[in-house]
């Protein structure tokens, strides 16, 4: 599955961004039943979880940007957002959209670059 991401960019602490991945539309039809997930790698540091949503709805977010980023999916649309509000400089990094069949098959957007000076 190529999923294409879009959205990202510069903005000033205290600013908002919001991120958009698509699934193509062969996978219409059981888009549904994935878990979609944002993931984000600092300069020099590891790619980490951010946000995630499972194919029931639930949510998870990592400690530091809880309250302040919300994750949400439309199905019909085959897409997945995150909308990031009062951003701070820490949320630097390029952004990743990630998808997960059901069956553990795993793909990945190409990648957004935040970045967010002070």
């Known amino acids: 599955v190529q999923l294409q991401a879009s959205g990202g960019g510069s903005v000033q602490a205290g600013g908002s961004l919001t991120l958009s991945c698509r699934a193509p539309r062969s996978i219409l039809s059981e888009f549904w039943s994935y878990t979609l997930e944002w993931h984000r790698q600092a300069p020099g540091k590891e790619r980490d979880l951010v946000a995630g949503i499972s194919r029931s709805g639930s949510l998870e977010y990592a400690e530091d940007v809880k309250g302040r980023f919300t994750i949400s999916k439309e199905n019909t649309r085959r897409s997945v957002r995150l909308q990031m509000n009062m951003l701070k400089p820490e949320d630097t990094g390029v952004y990743y959209c990630?998808?997960?069949?059901?069956?553990?098959?795993?793909?990945w957007g190409q990648g957004t670059q935040v970045t967010v000076s002070s």
């Open positions: 990630k998808a997960e069949r059901p069956d553990g098959t795993t793909s």
